[in-house]
């Protein structure tokens, strides 16, 4: 029988949303059974933080991996240190605590993809002579930390004109607003759009918001798009025109937008276009910048450096942050097979 059992690590939560960010103090425990008396060489909690990405690519019988990481603090304490092996405890049940304070950096919100992922963790390891460590993980999560950028609250808006071509006669016009650019999960998008059909058919609004996760690796660039909500609206007749207000709602589970890190970016977009039966659909696509669930939109809102521009042929909000460290222009990076980055 072993002679340490239900070896972990546990943290207090913070918060109701158990969400900490830089410079927070984040306090814990140790804890273990001991079936009887024995000696300890030492006992140590480890606190990390950093960003990881990995992929393979096969070309015919050959594999190429690509993986980088970045890492951001790894902050060690001892509990027990005795280099000697002399430290005896005793038999029964056994609680450290132990306390951290999570370095004062721009860190970027806890992140989860299918190529890479930013995680903090806290690991403890408990060293016994001749004998395998007992060791124990526990994940926490980070919410990116600053204050909030007032240019985030000014509206996007943009208008696209379309001349129905071969099974179809005349043209149709799409102007679309939202009322900002910044979200926390959760929350509603008001998308207010007027359609003008002057086409010989039928046209439908339809709303889709994206996610768009790139992935650096010296050099290499892979890219993960997916459709996080799609909605489809009324039929405009042919020869009208109507105002919709449609509300597209961010899922909970969605995750922040990251832009303070080297190998993993989070973007998000908002595509509204019609559908037009045999023609290309007229589309517009607006950023949307996903905010960490630290605070609610009725509390003192963060920073998030956020900086905008006009877009000179939409006239819609364009938007990028400064990071620490950026990654480097996309133009350096050969793009994955497959992918539309559109």
Not at 90 to 112: A, C, D, E, M, W
């Amino acid at each position: 029988m072993p002679h340490v059992k239900d070896f972990s690590v546990e943290y207090n939560p913070i918060s109701k949303d158990d969400v900490f960010t830089s410079g927070d103090d984040i306090t814990g425990s140790i804890t273990f059974q001991v079936t009887k008396d024995c000696k300890i060489e030492s006992l140590w909690i480890k606190m990390k933080g950093k960003a990881n990405v990995k992929w393979t690519e096969h070309y015919g019988r050959m594999i190429l991996v690509h993986h980088d990481k970045e890492k951001y603090f790894s902050i060690k304490t001892f509990l027990i240190q005795d280099g000697q092996g002399n430290n005896v405890v005793t038999r029964g049940r056994h609680t450290y605590p132990f306390t951290f304070q999570i370095p004062q950096q721009n860190l970027p919100s806890s992140f989860k993809g299918s190529w890479g992922k930013i995680k903090y963790t806290l690991e403890g390891t408990l060293s016994r002579p001749m004998r395998t460590d007992s060791k124990a993980k526990r994940r926490f999560t980070v919410a990116h930390k600053g204050s909030c950028d007032p240019a985030l609250m000014v509206p996007q808006r943009s208008i696209v004109d379309k001349k129905m071509h071969l099974f179809s006669s005349g043209s149709v016009s799409l102007e679309v607003t939202i009322d900002r650019s910044c979200f926390f999960p959760g929350e509603g998008i008001k998308v207010a759009a007027y359609i003008q059909n002057s086409s010989s058919g039928d046209v439908r609004p339809k709303y889709c918001l994206y996610k768009k996760y790139s992935y650096f690796a010296k050099g290499k660039r892979r890219v993960e798009t997916k459709n996080i909500v799609k909605e489809v609206g009324e039929c405009i007749p042919p020869s009208t025109g109507h105002f919709v207000v449609r509300m597209v709602t961010i899922p909970s589970t969605t995750c922040a937008s990251i832009f303070n890190c080297m190998v993993i970016k989070a973007e998000y977009r908002l595509k509204v276009y019609l559908g037009v039966k045999y023609a290309s659909n007229p589309q517009i696509k607006f950023p949307v910048v996903i905010l960490p669930v630290l605070q609610r939109p009725d509390e003192q809102p963060f920073s998030t450096n956020f900086e905008f521009g006009a877009n000179s042929k939409t006239g819609a909000a364009s938007f990028k942050q400064e990071p620490t460290a950026p990654p480097p222009p996309y133009g350096l990076y050969q793009t994955m097979p497959g992918f539309n980055l559109s």
